[in-house]
T-cell receptor, first 111, second 113 residues
Framework: DAKTTQPPSMDCAEGRAANLPCNHS???????VYWYRQIHSQGPQYIIH???NNETNEMASLIITEDRKSSTLILPHATLRDTAVYYC????????????FGKGTKLSVIP | SAVISQKPSRDICQRGTSLTIQCQVD?????MFWYRQQPGQSLTLIAT?????????ESGFVIDKFPISRPNLTFSTLTVSNMSPEDSSIYLC??????????FGEGSRLTVL
């Protein structure tokens, strides 16, 4: 699976949009971009995933660049409960369920 | 999404002993995995728990140290054998959904003295 690069930490003001970047310049054609988050002392939580089109669900939006070498996870209105480590993971969609977690981005939502 | 329950949620153990962690899922799932998260670190895949056959271990993990059982499609156990303080971690069970997502239990926090 392709490697990802994320900033180690970010701050965001409560109520503002949180934009978390991820670089995956070696992504291949059949690899999906997945985002998970881990709130302190809890198991990781699935957020969203996409292949090449932008995706939106009740939690977040995922914007993937046209060349697919980077993506941005957007939390439209960050709350204090969104404080967590956010993991961007690239993996093959061809029947593989294994995830390789990097160090992620520690997002701190500030009142 | 599947509901995943792990037991125990936490335990404190003496070195040299073994602990078995249980993972129960509320629906039948094909793919189950065990991850480890050492203090301050990210998650590392230990093995894939295969129903009816031996687990598939990742590099650096061996069956003698982390034996895994998967007797059916809703249940798995991970045993941490002959524990040392270096085994102090959170151990997480996860399941793969047909749509491709992975869902995780809340983890079992193990402290080895």
């Amino acid at each position: 699976d392709a490697k990802t690069t994320q900033p180690p930490s970010m701050d965001c003001a409560e109520g503002r949009a949180a934009n978390l970047p991820c670089n995956h310049s070696t992504i291949s054609g059949n690899e999906y971009v997945y985002w998970y988050r881990q709130i302190h002392s809890q198991g990781p939580q699935y957020i969203i995933h996409g292949l090449k089109n932008n995706e939106t669900n009740e939690m977040a939006s995922l914007i993937i660049t046209e060349d697919r070498k980077s993506s941005t996870l957007i939390l439209p209105h960050a709350t204090l409960r969104d404080t967590a480590v956010y993991y961007c993971i690239v993996r093959s969609g061809a029947g593989s369920y294994q995830l390789t977690f990097g160090k992620g981005t520690k997002l701190s939502v500030i009142p | 999404s599947a509901v995943i329950s792990q037991k125990p949620s936490r335990d404190i153990c003496q070195r040299g002993t073994s602990l078995t962690i249980q993972c129960q899922v509320d629906s039948q799932v094909t793919m189950m995995f065990w991850y480890r998260q050492q203090p301050g670190q990210s998650l590392t895949l230990i093995a894939t728990a295969n129903q009816g056959s031996e687990a598939t271990y990742e590099s650096g993990f061996v069956i003698d140290k982390f034996p895994i059982s998967r007797p059916n499609l809703t249940f798995s156990t991970l045993t941490v054998s002959n524990m040392s303080p270096e085994d102090s971690s959170i151990y997480l069970c996860s399941v793969g959904e047909p749509t491709g997502e992975l869902f995780f239990g809340e983890g079992s926090r193990l402290t080895v003295l």
